[in-house]
């Protein structure tokens, strides 16, 4: 099932968001969301994740981004040295 369900996700090319949540609480209709930071890297979620299922030639932006996570990361200087081998 979840197979096909991530095979779906990926031809699909739209990743959506996973948000972490700080204070649990309800939220409804009409509450107030607000955008506390905004990076100005100009990387998006659907970049990432093209970068990552099919444009690995572009994996170096990935490093340009100072708040890219450490997995990440790891996953984009391996991709590096992968293509530096061949």
Do not use: N
Not at 4 to 14: D, I, N, S, V, Y
Not at 22 to 48: F, Q
């Amino acid at each position: 099932m979840w197979s096909a369900l991530l095979r779906r996700f990926t031809k699909a090319g739209r990743p959506g968001a996973y948000l972490r949540i700080i204070e649990e609480g309800e939220v409804g209709a009409g509450d107030e969301i607000r955008i506390l930071e905004r990076p100005d890297h100009g990387l998006s979620i659907g970049d990432v994740f093209r970068i990552y299922t099919r444009d690995r030639h572009e994996v170096e932006a990935l490093l340009a981004v100072p708040q890219m996570s450490e997995g990440w990361r790891q996953w984009a200087e391996g991709r590096i040295q992968s293509q530096v081998k061949r």
